[in-house]
């Protein structure tokens, strides 16, 4: 789970001395629901195509800060390695691992990240990593979120590998492990899903009309 990583990641924060970075977060499951979510299940290569999870807070306390995880098929932790079954957090967002001996990194991309969730400012526009990044490669935030209100993350992408692939996300309230984001019926499992996605092997076409637009065919 997201958890699992991030509290690994605060307690190794804390062997420096000086406070944890997690001293601030409660200690608390947090009541979300899904609103939405959607991503194309079919695509091309060179499509642009959005990502949108939108999370509502429905319980009685201020969220200290929404954040969401993209693994590739799975955000599931083994428990006994303590590692992904099926890719996690190992692998960049939006990406794979090869199943190829003696690479330094396995992973490679699925899809591009053009416009991350987030304010989009100069930094972002010009091709940074936007507001809503954190020191998790794979996991971004937005923030705390008040009762009632909701969160929503846009991620623009472009698929540059063609094939089936699995994109698995998972919902949490708090960067440090300790802030759960749970469903109203409860349970410990954080909210979460996927989606399959076929990308074709014929890239999208485009072409500038007589009118100077661009046409995109379907």
Request: charged share 10%.
């Amino acid at each position: 789970m997201i958890s699992a990583a991030i509290a690994a990641a605060a307690i190794l924060a804390g062997c420096g001395g000086g406070s944890r970075q997690d001293a601030n977060e409660p200690s608390a499951n947090f009541p979300v629901q899904v609103a939405s979510a959607t991503f194309p299940t079919s695509q091309r290569l060179s499509q642009h195509s959005h990502l949108v999870i939108s999370i509502r807070n429905v319980g009685t306390r201020t969220i200290p800060d929404i954040a969401i995880t993209i693994c590739p098929i799975t955000c599931t932790y083994n428990a006994k390695t303590g590692y992904p079954t099926g890719g996690g957090v190992d692998a960049q967002a939006f990406g794979e691992d090869l199943s190829m001996p003696y690479l330094a990194n396995p992973s490679r991309p699925v899809w591009i990240v053009d416009r991350p969730p987030g304010l989009c400012g100069y930094s972002c526009k010009s091709g940074g990593p936007g507001s809503a990044v954190t020191a998790y490669t794979n996991t971004w935030a937005l923030g705390p979120l008040k009762p009632g209100a909701i969160a929503t993350f846009d991620w623009g992408v472009t698929a540059v590998q063609p094939g089936t692939h699995i994109v698995a996300w998972e919902v949490a309230a708090g960067l440090n492990g300790k802030a759960r984001a749970v469903l109203p019926g409860g349970g410990n499992a954080p909210p979460g899903g996927t989606f399959r996605v076929s990308v074709s092997n014929q890239p999208q076409q485009s072409y500038v009309s007589d009118g100077g637009k661009i046409i995109v065919s379907k």
